[in-house]
């Protein structure tokens, strides 16, 4: 019997009526239109909301913008910001900022997201601004890695780790 030919038996899954999350996602002055494309995919299949905050390394009708996001722009719900001042005098006082970004004292899998937080991520060349880790040390959050020789991670990839991990604490309601 050849290996791929045995049956496998699954669980039965079960959906929650709860809705998914909408959880936000922020780009500070992101620089690569192939990542933010990606990022703009990616929140339109978990419904997350994407903030974009200029200056941007490219134009938002860049070729390469529109085509790592596909035909999913027009399933994504998002927001263009002037500057980080514009962005912050937007949400409520209660909302919680997650900045994720190299050297913070918690990993990313330590804290615990509530359904309507924001998770904010930096350049792909600069990360975050360091004023702003400074100013929220018990929101910054790390992803670790273990090759001292590699600089950083993709940040479309940063993205998908943290907002993932934040959907599985609230049990993936309404995932297919």
Wanted: glycine share 6%.
């Amino acid at each position: 019997m050849e290996k791929w030919n045995q049956r496998v038996m699954n669980p039965t899954l079960q959906h929650s009526s709860t809705p998914v999350p909408r959880l936000n996602i922020v780009l500070l002055e992101p620089e690569i239109p192939p990542n933010t494309g990606n990022v703009a995919r990616l929140c339109a299949a978990t419904r997350s909301t994407l903030h974009l905050i200029e200056p941007f390394g490219f134009k938002l009708e860049d070729r390469d913008l529109k085509r790592a996001g596909m035909d999913y722009w027009q399933h994504v719900t998002w927001h263009r910001w002037k500057n980080w001042v514009e962005f912050a005098a937007s949400f409520k006082p209660e909302a919680k900022l997650w900045f994720i970004e190299q050297g913070g004292a918690r990993l990313y899998t330590q804290a615990a997201f509530d359904p309507d937080d924001y998770l904010v991520f930096g350049r792909e060349t600069a990360g975050l601004p360091k004023a702003l880790l400074e100013a929220n040390p018990d929101t910054w959050l790390r992803i670790p890695m273990f090759n001292p020789e590699a600089r950083s991670l993709n940040l479309s990839n940063c993205v998908a780790l943290v907002l993932f991990e934040a959907l599985r604490q609230h049990g993936f309601p309404d995932g297919q």
